[in-house]
């Protein structure tokens, strides 16, 4: 049984930083690619930030240089560096894991899905 749990959501004021967390089981995790997604209200899932299995990323437009995706597959776990966070990266953020060693962009890549952590930026 995989599971994907996040952590590291909050209220933060523009301008400040998060870190969120996604703690992977069940799976050998170092041979998986890993993305974040994020869904505001009203709004469809979209694509963050991907990370393959062997380290190699890619980033929506609108968070590159201040979003870094990482990833520790000792501890089995990726993350989402988010700095000069603004009120239009609030969201609810997800994790979730590739069905192969890539990435992509399209949701349907991925087979397994975090149960989300919230993320309010005020102004």
């Known amino acids: 049984q995989v599971q994907l749990v996040e952590s590291g959501g909050g209220l933060v004021q523009a301008g400040g930083s998060l870190r969120l967390s996604c703690a992977a089981s069940?799976?050998?995790?170092?041979?998986?690619?890993m993305g974040w997604f994020r869904q505001a209200p009203g709004k469809e899932r979209e694509f963050v930030a991907g990370?393959?299995?062997?380290?190699?990323?890619t980033y929506v437009g609108f968070v590159k240089g201040r979003f870094t995706i990482s990833r520790d597959n000792v501890k089995s776990t990726v993350y989402l560096q988010m700095n000069s966070l603004n009120p239009e990266d609030t969201a609810v953020y997800y994790c979730?894991?590739?069905?192969?060693?890539?990435?992509?962009?399209?949701?349907?890549?991925?087979?397994?899905w975090g149960q989300g952590t919230q993320v309010t930026v005020s102004s």
């Open positions: 990370i393959t299995w062997n380290g190699g990323t």
């Open positions: 069940g799976r050998t995790f170092s041979m998986y690619g």
């Open positions: 979730a894991m590739h069905r192969g060693t890539g990435i992509s962009e399209d949701r349907l890549g991925y087979d397994y």
